[in-house]
C-alpha cells in the first residue's frame, strides 16, 4: 500500500472535495434538485478521482466522467456527453493545475484502490 504523506492527503482531500462540488453544481441528473443531499454524487466524484490519470486531454476527462455516470446508472438516465462537458472541464482544468507529484500520489492511490 502507498504511503501518502499527511500533505499529499491534505492535497488529494480538498481535490476530493472540489470533485464533489463540482458534480453538485453540475447536478447532471437533478437529484440535488429533487432534494437529494448535497454529496449525493460522492461516489461518482471517488470513481472520477482513481481515474483521471488514465485520461490525457479535457475530452477524454470527459468521455471518462460521462462512462462512470452511464455506469452507475445507465445510459438513458445519464444522458448524453454533451451535457457533462462543462463540469469535465472545470475537473480536467483543476487536474492539470495539480503538481506532479500530488498526480503520482494518485496514480500509486489508483493502484492501491484496485481500479
Known sequence: MT????????????FQSELD?????????GLIANGAPRNEYSIEADLI???????????????MVHQVFVEKFDEKIAGSL????????????RWTRLSDEVKEAVAQHRQDWGT
Open 21 to 29: 462540488l463540482i458534480l453538485e453544481e453540475g447536478d447532471h441528473l
Open 82 to 93: 454533451d451535457g457533462y462537458r462543462k463540469s469535465s472541464a472545470r475537473i480536467w482544468g
Open 3 to 14: 504511503v501518502l504523506t499527511q500533505e499529499l492527503e491534505d492535497i488529494l482531500e480538498e
Open 49 to 63: 478521482l482513481r481515474r483521471l490519470p488514465g485520461t490525457d486531454s479535457e475530452n477524454s476527462a470527459a468521455e
